[in-house]
């Protein structure tokens, strides 16, 4: 009976742990202090990276890197934070509950400027497709960019330890502007945060945070690579850039260019500098830097995470002084400050823990924890796909019917652009591949154009844009993107329409190259 009545006891003890570890407290004090030290870390590691922001393309950043206390101020104006702080005011004014649509709608008609898949997220938005069109590798080469990974900090602020309630707001917020990886890449940051406030290993926040995202998909694999390198070494980070270098150092957004923006490569950064940072605040910061490509936004991501984990106080006194600078200012286009926006944080976060089933009582936050764990279907939006080749409008091949002129951009000396005002102008060009994208600009006076393949009318298109843009050498404009078409030999042909948005001064049609893009591995089956 005594031994019936003790293995009774030992199973309802075990139940109770059992039920106690599915949930935990944090006093509001303790979680305040993670919180600033999130968005401090993300205010701080952004400055010290901006400087060296794609000054290193495809190498390591061996220049010096230098903390500067009028660094600070350049914060208010950087898109790693306004952009996310946009979301956040559209939260703030619907509810958490806003649809989709009401916060691509806020981001798509904002005052601030945008970049790669977000601006194209805001151009297709503005043609009329909607989330998750918007960000949808059918009509955005930059479908996988980095753009949703430092959008989506204050995602994982928001949701201590509540990594499924990060992917139901990813699930939204995230095909606003990519899709695929692309997505994966704001989850997989978002994820670290939520963890971070209950985990100071980082290495078990990165295998944890890798569940939240499909075990399949490339970024997935980018981010065990990196994992792979430090456990075999964990003192050459080195060792873990060149894997990744190798092996994932194509980006199809960029052809021509050692630029890359991709949303993986860059996450391998942020993971390589937590992981060999070894719990060293500039440490940390430093190896995301010297990784180079987006230099700012990953020694961002990364310092948030760290500050998440160790907290607003356990910052160096020399960062933490300089944030006087920008009390109470507002960051650009928003209705924060740095304080407000830590306020408003806690107030969502004070929301979802009630919503899931949680408490808050004396101080004391009672989180019902949840696992990381993906489940549905993973998304990959170019698989295997790659850079074939770019045809120049100055290729023979092009053939042009009606009145083209050409212009040089002054930084696009070898990318000489044609342009027609001319209604029923065209421009023809054979291929071959299974995926195309025409390069181009937009602006003020631009009009409206037909596209075929094969003599198959597939798309009409507007490059009609408030501003000009596009002729950026790594921030250029994609006019269409034509995929999933067979093997073998194609025909692309543009006829300018004569017809225009109504808010455009004129039909101008302007491009300056053809990439073409393939799956070298399907054609050998």
Known sequence: MNRILLTMALAIQVLFCLSCSSRAFIGEEEYMD??????????????????????????????????????????????????????????????????????????????????????????????????????????????????????????????????????????????????????????????????????????????????????????????????????????????????????????????NHPFDIDAKINGAYVVIGLLYGNGDFWKTMEIAIRCGQDADCNSSNAAAVWGVIHGYEAIPEEFRKDLDAISGKKFDHTDYSWEEAVECTARFARENILSTGGSIKDGQWNIKLQKPQFTGEC???????????????????????????????????????VQTVEPGASAEISFEGRMVSLVGGWDTDCGRADVYIDDVHVRRIDSYFAYRCGFMPINRNALFLVSGLRPGPHTLKIVNTGDRNPESSGNRLMFNRLDIYDMPSLQVR
């Open 379 to 417: 998304r990959q939006s170019f698989p295997d796909m790659q850079s074939v080749r770019s045809i120049y409008t100055t290729d023979g091949s092009w053939h042009f019917e009606g009145n083209w002129d050409s212009f040089v951009e002054w930084n696009q000396v070898d990318e000489p652009v």
């Open 34 to 255: 993670k919180l600033r030290g999130g968005w401090v870390g993300k205010i701080i590691g952004v400055q010290l990276g901006q400087p060296h922001e794609f000054h290193f393309l495809s190498a390591m950043d061996e220049s010096p890197i230098e903390w500067e206390s009028g660094l600070i101020e350049g914060a208010l104006g950087q898109d790693d934070i306004y952009t996310q702080l946009s979301f956040m005011q559209t939260f703030d004014r619907h509810g958490l509950d806003a649809s989709a649509d009401q916060l691509a709608e806020a981001f798509a008609g904002a005052g601030f400027s945008l970049f790669h898949a977000n601006l194209q997220s805001r151009k297709n938005w503005r043609d009329g497709l909607r989330p998750p069109m918007t960000g949808s590798s059918l009509y955005s080469i930059h479908a996988d960019d980095i753009d949703f990974q430092i959008d989506a900090d204050f995602i994982g602020f928001m949701c201590p330890g509540m990594p499924q309630t990060v992917r139901k707001y990813c699930d939204r917020i995230g095909p606003i502007m990519n899709d695929g990886d692309g997505i994966y890449g704001g989850v997989f940051i978002a994820t670290m945060h939520s963890l971070a406030f209950f985990n100071d290993d980082i290495l078990a926040i990165v295998e944890g945070a890798l569940n939240n995202i499909p075990a399949e998909s490339a970024y997935a694999g980018c981010i065990r690579d990196v994992v792979s390198c430090y456990k075999a070494d964990p003192s050459d980070w080195k060792a873990a850039w060149n894997t990744v270098q190798e092996k994932w150092g194509a980006h199809i957004c960029h052809p």
